[in-house]
């Protein structure tokens, strides 16, 4: 969606489904690393929607620096390995010129610190 506005819709669907994804996951007692992601994909959305009212930000970039916290955050060191997945996502936005330099940093940082925080406050990261 190249436009910031085009992606207003479809974002509010998507939170519509984390909802019901988190309500069914805290209602069959999944395991508490998996309904903490789902809220933090939940709450990541709502943060890209809220962003996209005014400016476009790197929904791939959140996308991929999320998950990574994700990995470290259940691997340790290890999990930095899928790190290395963020500069080629990074890249490949840039290069289709889909967005700036600025909109995919703080899509990337936005994606880790957000992640980090909630999983933090959610498990006692």
């Not at 509010?12 to 209602?27: E, K």
């Not at 933090?120 to 990261?125: D, H, K, M, V």
């Amino acid at each position: 969606m190249p436009r910031r506005e085009d992606r207003i819709y479809p974002l509010l669907m998507v939170i519509i489904f984390y909802v019901v994804g988190v309500i069914v996951l805290f209602a069959t007692g999944a395991p508490p690393l998996t309904s903490a992601l789902m809220v933090c994909y939940l709450n990541n959305t709502l943060i890209v929607l809220l962003f996209s009212l005014f400016w476009k930000i790197s929904i791939h970039a959140m996308g991929i620096s999320g998950p990574a916290t994700a990995l470290i955050y259940l691997f340790g060191w290890p999990g930095l390995l899928f790190s290395l997945l963020v500069p080629l996502v990074v890249w490949s936005r840039l290069h289709l010129k889909r967005h700036t330099p600025s909109q995919l940093i703080i899509g990337t940082i936005l994606g880790y610190l957000l992640t980090a925080l909630q999983l933090y406050l959610l498990l006692g990261f």
